[in-house]
């Protein structure tokens, strides 16, 4: 059976359990995924990887000066040569870290929560540059363009479920308000560059956790929409700077020319 995309992955994970802000469940499905594609599209990292040169650690903290710098996804060197047993690459906390991968979604309540993202990944660069500016920061963020939303915080709330895009519910207009601000952070094409990231990748799929929804509140709200993948605009397309794709290729281009 062929492996899923990360963006089916993501869908996938969303439609059949639902999305919890006090899960952690999407981001570990989301860390493996990315793991494997960076491996497979990067020809030195899964060389080192093999020979047990360059290791990885999901959900990694590292101290930078007095402040705990937290990795979704941490690459470095080891230690010791740890040729993996089992899988693509041995999981271990890294000595160096070489590649830090910040992972973060907008669900719901999007004007409030793309400014959290967005102070999120501007700390996280700037924690990865004072580490190291040589660090290749990336970032991968998750926008939902449901056009309704239920959180299972809401349920004993007058208004379980949120309408995004305000009156007239238009979830892909809260989305592409969302991803035009992240195209604002600069990417980097050098150790020297000025602030920002050296990759940033935005998947947008359509899921409005009705999933989760108790059957008490479906008699008012009604049924889900089934949970899908944006194909199209808002989400970026290929050859977009935000593209996954592309998010792969830098990460990728920017560790071999920085530390091959």
């Known amino acids: ?14 439609a059949s359990t639902g999305y919890h802000p006090r899960s952690d469940r999407q981001s570990g499905a989301q ?17 080192r990887a093999t020979a047990g040169e360059l290791v ?19 690459f470095g060197t080891s230690a010791v040569r740890q040729p993996p047993l089992a899988g693509a690459i041995t999981e271990a906390p890294p000595v160096l870290i070489q590649i830090a991968i910040e992972l973060k979604s907008i669900w719901t309540e999007h004007n409030k929560a ?13 924690h990865a540059h004072r580490y190291n500016e040589r660090v290749v920061a990336g970032a991968f963020l998750v926008v939902n363009a449901s056009d309704r939303f239920y959180s299972p915080l809401n349920a004993g709330r007058p208004e379980a479920v949120t309408r995004h895009g305000g009156a007239a519910g238009n979830g892909k207009s809260a989305a592409r308000k969302a991803i035009d601000l992240f195209r604002s952070i600069h990417l980097r094409n050098a150790a020297s560059d000025l602030p920002g990231l050296e990759a940033l990748g935005v998947a947008v799929i359509e899921h409005d956790n009705f999933v989760l929804m108790p059957p008490e509140l479906r008699a008012r709200y009604g049924e889900g929409a089934p949970s899908r993948v944006i194909p199209g605009p808002p989400a970026p397309q290929m050859g977009d700077p935000l593209h996954y794709e592309t998010f792969l290729q830098r990460i990728c281009e920017h560790y071999r020319t920085r530390f091959g």
Not at 1 to 14: F, G, K, Y
Not at 59 to 69: C, I, L, S, Y
Not at 114 to 125: E, L, T, V, Y
Request: hydrophobic content about 40%.
């Open 1 to 14: 059976m062929p492996e899923l995309s990360l963006v089916d992955e993501i869908i996938q994970t969303a």
């Open 31 to 47: 860390s493996k995924a990315i793991v494997r594609d960076l491996l497979e599209r990067c020809p030195l990292m899964r060389e």
């Open 56 to 74: 990885v650690k999901l959900t990694h903290h590292q101290r930078v000066g007095h402040e705990d710098w937290k990795i979704d996804i941490a």
């Open 114 to 126: 793309m400014r959290n993202r967005f102070r999120d990944f501007s700390a996280f660069h700037g």
